[in-house]
């Protein structure tokens, strides 16, 4: 390596941006930005992506195989860092739901916060993560729908919830696994094997940044997940379904919940633009789509809405022809939903004519209700403690100026 730029002042290294979550084309482009010249580039970011994906490293000093002037520069210009969790729970059964505080983006920015859940089985870790910071699509049953506040996530913030993941379950080499909680482990099995895009927000309204994150997540040289173990869940966002076949080549989860248009336009406003037929023809044509690779419906069981016998029989109707697999979710209540979930009768009932059609397993079994580990409750709950305490404070000041 010939040219190293300037060693730079002190202000500016104290926002110094973060490789870890980059692209490899991110990664590139940090390192011409640092005089690396353009032979060296493809070798150097081949380095950078073992250490930081493979390895987990949060420090320069530790590549070995890069030279010492060159991991002096790295460490000038750029860190490691993830962003901050400003909290962590572990529920009862194991499940673990960190709060996620992304660097601010600009002055008018406090950065934002995200929520991340982590589901173990013994075979398996699931990890949720987030698209968005909240969902401009107010789905009337979703709380994460009316969070004010929204911004797209871009792919390294993505890419950094598994990093974050990760670290906190030991799981690079030279960590140790937490003893608190179940943690998948042992032959071939991974802490976290699978992801699903069932956090914050709206995945296909933010196409290009999910399909740039699932290149990272899924790159062999690196995080090395399965895109057979990474499902996009979306409201039917129509025209990217094909897009994200083609482009990501991962699993489809479809948040149908209605099998009619007047009440799924009130459940799922979106279906107003794209219709349950618009929505069901592109799964029939999602690309990669087999009985091998089925696409998920996930349907929220709402007591007296869309629990009836004769709605199951019309599911299983619609979705004839379709490989699909169905995932019945016990409804999550929040403060101030109008909504109840099902009753445990109403929903085996509903459960057994899926059943009796030939799809196994339907229901979603509740994980981490204790911790509030589910769709922007975490987020939720943590502002509100905020709000509370801020109120406190400005009574105080108001009792002051008395
Ligand atoms: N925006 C995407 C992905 C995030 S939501 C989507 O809508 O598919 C992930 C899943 O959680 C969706 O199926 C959504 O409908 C469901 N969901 C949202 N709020 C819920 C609640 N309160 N109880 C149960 N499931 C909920
Ligand atoms: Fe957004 Fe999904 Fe919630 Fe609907 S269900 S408001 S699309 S996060």
């Given at each position: 390596m010939s040219t190293i730029a300037q060693p730079i002042p002190a202000a500016a290294q104290a926002s110094r941006p973060s490789l870890a979550g980059l692209t490899r084309a991110g990664l590139a482009d940090a390192l011409r930005g640092v005089g690396v010249p353009?032979?060296?580039?493809?070798?150097?970011?081949?380095?950078?992506?073992?250490?930081?994906?493979?390895?987990?490293v949060t420090s320069f000093d530790t590549m070995l195989n890069v030279s010492k002037v060159l991991r002096a520069t790295l460490a000038d210009h750029f860190t490691l860092a993830r962003p901050e969790v400003t909290s962590a729970q572990v529920s009862k059964d194991g499940t673990r739901k960190w709060l996620i505080r992304m660097p601010s983006t600009g002055p008018f920015d406090k950065g934002a916060e995200i929520e991340c859940v982590y589901i173990p089985e013994t075979d398996r870790g699931t990890l949720c993560v987030s698209s968005q910071v909240g969902c401009t699509l107010n789905c009337s049953f979703c709380h994460t729908g009316t969070q004010r506040l929204v911004r797209n996530l871009t792919a390294q913030e993505i890419v950094q919830q598994l990093l974050v993941a990760r670290d906190q379950l030991g799981d690079f080499p030279g960590l140790t696994p937490p003893t608190d909680g179940l943690i998948p482990s042992g032959e071939g099995v991974r802490a976290v094997s699978n992801i699903v895009f069932m956090g914050m927000g709206e995945p296909l309204y933010n196409f290009d940044q999910v399909r740039d994150a699932i290149a990272v997540l899924s790159d062999g040289e690196g995080l090395s997940l399965s895109k057979r173990r990474i499902t996009v869940s979306t409201s039917g966002v129509v025209p990217e379904i094909a897009n994200l076949g083609d482009q990501a080549g991962t699993m489809l989860a479809i948040s149908l919940h209605a099998v009619r248009d007047d009440l799924r336009d009130e459940l799922v406003p979106l279906n107003k633009k794209y219709p349950i037929k618009e929505l069901l023809d592109a799964c029939r044509n999602y690309p990669g789509v087999s009985n091998a690779r089925r696409i998920t419906f996930e349907y929220v069981m709402l007591k007296g809405v869309n629990d009836s016998p004769r709605e199951a029989k019309e599911l299983v109707r619609l979705?004839?022809?379709?490989?699909?697999?169905?995932?019945?979710?016990?409804?999550?209540?929040?403060?101030?939903?109008?909504?109840?979930?099902?009753?445990?009768?109403?929903?085996?009932?509903?459960?057994?004519i899926v059943f009796n059609a030939g799809y196994a397993s339907?229901?979603?079994?509740?994980?981490?209700?204790?911790?509030?580990?589910?769709?922007?409750?975490?987020?939720?709950e943590t502002e509100k403690m905020r709000a509370r305490a801020r109120l406190m404070l400005e009574e105080q000041l108001a009792l002051s100026s008395d």
């Open positions: 353009e032979r060296e580039i493809k070798m150097r970011t081949g380095q950078l992506w073992h250490w930081i994906y493979f390895h987990g979705l004839k022809g379709i490989p699909a697999k169905i995932n019945l979710i016990p409804f999550n209540p929040w403060p101030g939903t109008k909504y109840e979930c099902s009753d445990w009768e109403t929903i085996e009932t509903f459960s057994d339907p229901v979603r079994t509740p994980r981490g209700r204790d911790i509030l580990a589910a769709c922007g409750q975490l987020k939720s």
